[in-house]
């Protein structure tokens, strides 16, 4: 369930018009409503996401994922 909260968060966040993954991230961890666990770093958990939704091809990216400043993400 939660992968799916995570992964929809994200999929809301985005559009067909390509957004840096700095912004994508910091929104989804701040403003989405999920409570991550105290051993866990939102940001990482929300940009793992983003790779593997880029993976699924449920969303394209252009750019080092690594770099979120750097790299951009839309919908197909």
Same mark, same amino acid.
């Given at each position: 369930?939660? =992968? +799916? /909260?995570? !992964? #929809?968060?994200?999929? &809301?966040?985005?559009?067909?018009? @390509?957004?840096?993954?700095?912004?994508?991230?910091?929104?989804?961890?701040?403003?989405?409503g999920i409570v991550f $666990? #105290?051993?866990? #770093? !939102?940001? +990482?958990?929300v940009a793992q996401h983003?790779?593997?939704? +880029?993976? /699924? %091809? =449920?969303? &394209?990216?252009? %750019?080092?994922? !690594?770099? @979120? =400043?750097? $790299?951009?993400?839309?919908?197909p």
């Open positions: 369930m939660r =992968r +799916v /909260e995570i !992964d #929809d968060a994200i999929l &809301l966040h985005t559009s067909q018009s @390509w957004k840096k993954v700095a912004l994508v991230v910091v929104k989804v961890a701040n403003e989405g $666990s #105290d051993l866990e #770093d !939102d940001f +990482v958990v983003i790779e593997n939704l +880029v993976g /699924e %091809g =449920r969303l &394209l990216a252009q %750019g080092n994922l !690594d770099e @979120w =400043r750097h $790299s951009e993400i839309c919908k």
